[in-house]
């Protein structure tokens, strides 16, 4: 029987995987960035995580439109 190619962890059958098209140095960049963001640590980034990350680089007046888009 043919060997099938390895794949990554969290690829399914027919779905695209993001991370391919990454390098690992990326992903892990991008992990570190999602991790100082999400303050609150519940793996999503809402808009309370948004607006603080943003008022401690200078932004202190985001309206909640800006948030949304």
């Known amino acids: 029987a043919p060997k099938k190619a390895k794949r990554r962890a ?3 059958e027919g779905s695209s995987n993001v ?3 990454f390098e690992q140095s990326q992903i892990q960049e991008y ?3 999602f991790t100082i963001i999400d303050q609150n640590r519940d ?3 809402s808009k309370d ?3 603080d990350v943003l008022a401690s ?3 202190l007046n985001v309206k909640n439109e800006e948030l949304e888009a």
Request: proline content about 0%; charged content about 20%; overall charge neutral.
């Open 57 to 59: 680089m200078g932004q």
């Open 31 to 33: 992990k570190e960035a």
């Open 49 to 51: 995580d948004l607006r």
């Open 43 to 45: 793996g999503i980034i």
């Open 19 to 21: 991370f391919s098209m």
């Open 10 to 12: 969290g690829g399914g």
